[in-house]
């Protein structure tokens, strides 16, 4: 059996790398008005050639919030394929995004939050308390669901990488 590719021009994959920042029972999120007004998310982002995911996790937190961190254990591995989730609204309909997801310790932080080079529709960065960020507007709309068990781990350092599969 032969599986068909679909031309090389159009298929991307990007590899990315989040941070789960907790401090005294706060969340580190970003805020801004895309892909919705009012969402938030982790800090994060697009990994660079030749860049760890762990250093890549480390740049993103740095350049979207003036937070250093620490990476600590990898807590999951999540795809994403925007065609596999009609109606979701992230725009890389041609994409493929593969998504590691970090638990991280502050090692400083700047005096007023807030990142060198700040993500374009970016308009902001909190400490958000741990019990009120699952109600809020988050993506992946999956991590709503999973927050408390994951920020249960990273706090009990008994972290075990998951799979998540493709999921919105």
Request: glycine share 10%.
């Amino acid at each position: 059996m032969t599986t068909q590719q679909p031309p090389a021009a159009s298929l991307r994959i990007r590899n990315s790398a989040l941070a789960l920042v907790v401090r005294d029972g706060h969340l580190l999120l970003g805020h801004g008005d895309w892909p919705r007004p009012g969402t938030w998310w982790l800090p994060g982002g697009g990994q660079w050639p030749g860049e760890t995911l762990t250093a890549c996790v480390v740049r993103e937190v740095l350049e979207e919030t003036g937070v250093r961190v620490k990476t600590g254990p990898l807590l999951w591995l999540r795809e994403y394929v925007p065609a596999n989730h009609p109606g979701e609204p992230i725009t890389d309909a041609d994409g493929h995004r593969v998504e590691a997801l970090f638990a991280c310790s502050v090692v400083s932080e700047p005096e007023r939050l807030g990142g060198i080079v700040p993500d374009d529709y970016q308009s902001g960065i909190a400490w958000v308390p741990v019990e009120k960020a699952s109600g809020l507007r988050l993506i992946p709309a999956h991590l709503r669901n999973r927050l408390p068990a994951l920020v249960a781990q990273a706090a009990e350092g008994q972290a075990r990488a998951r799979y998540e599969g493709d999921v919105a």
